[in-house]
């Protein structure tokens, strides 16, 4: 699954485990990652995407200004 912002595209990985709630990350690498429930459907998975787009644009920008500072400042 890939995740379109600014005419990029990030991938998205899904992880299930055995926990109670779903946590949505973006990691260093600029991967969208998803930890959520054993059971839960790929359905649920893309609408709670599209629910929290806001926040995940907002946690990439910071990422991607951070990497950018760290290049900069080198």
């Known amino acids: ?5 600014l005419d ?3 991938p ?3 992880n299930k485990k ?3 709630n779903s946590y949505i990350r973006v990691s260093d690498d600029l991967k969208i990652v998803i930890n959520t429930n054993i059971i839960v459907s790929n359905k649920y ?3 709670l ?3 929290n787009r806001s926040s ?3 946690m990439l920008d910071k990422k991607i200004k951070r990497k950018l500072d760290n290049i900069c400042n080198k």
Not at 1 to 5: A, G, K, V
């Open 8 to 10: 990029n595209e990030y």
């Open 12 to 14: 998205v990985i899904i």
């Open 1 to 5: 699954m890939l995740y379109s912002y």
């Open 18 to 20: 055995r926990i109670k």
């Open 56 to 58: 995940i644009d907002r």
């Open 45 to 47: 998975i893309s609408s």
């Open 49 to 51: 995407i599209e629910s």
